[in-house]
C-alpha cells in the first residue's frame, strides 16, 4: 500500500502563488503517471494535470499556463506549482497515483482577499 502525502496548502490573495508537495512513501516515479485531482466545495472531483512516468505534463485546459507539475523522484516527491491564483481555485487539492489508485489525503487551497 503506497502512502500520498499533500502539502503546503493554504490561504493566498488571489494573484498569489503555491507549491504544493505530495510526498509518496515508495519510489513509484518512475513506473506510473501521477495525477493531480481538485475538489471545489459543492463540486465534483476534476482532474487537473498529470505527469507520467517518462516526465512528460499535460494539463487541463482551463489552467494551462498557471500550473506545472514536476517531480523530485530520488525524494519521492511530487510537486503542483499555482502561479496567478484565483478565488476558482479554492478547493482541497489531492494527488493520485495510477498505478494502484492512490489518493492521498488532500490539501486545501482558499484563495481569498
Known amino acids: 500500500q503506497v502512502q500520498l502525502v499533500e502539502s503546503g496548502g493554504g490561504l493566498v490573495q488571489p494573484g498569489g502563488s503555491l507549491k504544493l508537495s505530495c510526498v509518496a512513501s515508495e519510489d513509484i516515479f518512475s513506473v506510473t503517471t501521477m495525477d493531480w485531482f481538485r475538489q471545489a466545495p459543492g463540486k465534483q472531483r476534476e482532474w487537473v494535470g498529470m505527469?507520467?512516468?517518462?516526465?512528460?505534463?499535460t494539463y487541463l485546459d482551463s489552467v494551462k499556463g498557471r500550473f506545472t507539475i514536476s517531480r523530485d523522484s530520488a525524494n519521492s516527491v511530487l510537486y503542483l506549482e499555482i502561479n496567478n491564483l484565483k478565488p476558482e481555485d479554492t478547493a482541497v487539492y489531492y494527488c493520485?497515483?495510477?498505478?494502484?489508485?492512490?489518493w492521498g489525503r488532500g490539501t486545501q487551497v482558499t484563495v481569498s482577499s
Open positions: 493520485h497515483s495510477f498505478l494502484g489508485d492512490y
Open positions: 505527469i507520467t512516468s517518462a516526465g512528460t505534463a
